[in-house]
């Protein structure tokens, strides 16, 4: 999307002293952030936390989706001064997104690993938020999918990302999304499938 994915700043994010909504573009935006500006900073999150919180919700969960979200604006705060502005800010932020989901899921290989302690009590496992049944259980089974097939089909249905933003964000050729995404397509009704037939 251009103009700050098309200037989706609502007015509760914006403190009072922040510029307006229609005097932000992205080149702007980019250049507040650069310098460390505060008001751009906060227009960044408030332009692009729905949309990447529905995709890191998609990919990991919706119990790490903000974790990830915040380590995803961490991160781009941090890569602004690299930021050469070749790709459109949401292109950037989603590849950022898809670094740190690659991040979480090697901490996931890590704890599950991990021998627990013989000594002390277990802590009970924090209660899951309400989600609709039907979409957790289809949220589960594409995080039974290999990760690039996971983000591929993510960013297609859940973003709605065309395949040469895809490919940009990935850092592939377009016949490599259609491939990922045929195969990601194949794989989750082959997982749906199954857990029907239990």
Same mark, same amino acid.
């Given at each position: 999307?251009?103009?700050?994915?098309?200037?989706?700043? =609502? @007015?509760?994010?914006?403190?009072?002293?922040? *510029?307006?909504?229609?005097?932000?573009?992205?080149?702007?935006?980019?250049?507040?952030?650069?310098?460390?500006?505060?008001?751009?900073?906060?227009?960044?999150?408030?332009?692009? +936390?729905?949309?990447?919180g529905r995709i890191a919700a998609a990919m990991a969960g919706p119990e790490a989706a903000a974790d990830?979200? +915040?380590?995803? /604006?961490?991160?781009?705060?941090?890569? /602004?001064? =690299? /930021?050469?502005?070749?790709?459109?800010?949401?292109?950037?932020?989603?590849?950022?997104?898809?670094? %740190?989901?690659?991040?979480? $899921?090697?901490?996931? *290989?890590?704890?599950?690993?991990?021998?627990?302690?013989?000594?002390?009590?277990?802590?009970?496992? #924090?209660?899951? #938020?309400?989600? @609709? =049944?039907?979409?957790?259980?289809?949220?589960? %089974?594409?995080?039974?999918?290999? @990760?690039?097939?996971?983000?591929?089909?993510? $960013? /297609?249905?859940?973003?709605?990302?065309?395949?040469?933003?895809?490919?940009?964000?990935?850092?592939? #050729?377009?016949?490599?999304?259609?491939?990922?995404l045929f195969e990601a397509r194949e794989r989750l009704r082959k997982l749906v499938l199954k857990a029907?037939?239990?």
């Amino acid at each position: 999307m251009t103009t700050l994915e098309g200037r989706r700043l =609502r @007015e509760g994010c914006r403190p009072p002293d922040m *510029k307006t909504e229609s005097s932000w573009n992205e080149s702007d935006l980019v250049a507040g952030c650069r310098a460390g500006r505060r008001d751009a900073l906060e227009a960044l999150v408030c332009a692009y +936390q729905d949309r990447l919180g529905r995709i890191a919700a998609a990919m990991a969960g919706p119990e790490a989706a903000a974790d990830l979200l +915040q380590e995803t /604006f961490l991160a781009a705060v941090e890569g /602004f001064p =690299r /930021f050469r502005g070749e790709a459109q800010l949401s292109t950037w932020l989603i590849s950022i997104l898809r670094n %740190r989901f690659s991040l979480y $899921l090697r901490g996931q *290989k890590k704890w599950k690993l991990a021998p627990l302690p013989e000594k002390g009590e277990r802590l009970p496992a #924090p209660e899951p #938020p309400t989600v @609709e =049944r039907e979409w957790r259980d289809i949220v589960d %089974r594409v995080q039974d999918l290999p @990760e690039e097939l996971r983000t591929t089909l993510v $960013l /297609f249905h859940v973003d709605g990302m065309k395949y040469a933003d895809i490919a940009r964000t990935m850092d592939c #050729p377009i016949g490599t999304v259609r491939s990922r995404l045929f195969e990601a397509r194949e794989r989750l009704r082959k997982l749906v499938l199954k857990a029907e037939n239990r």
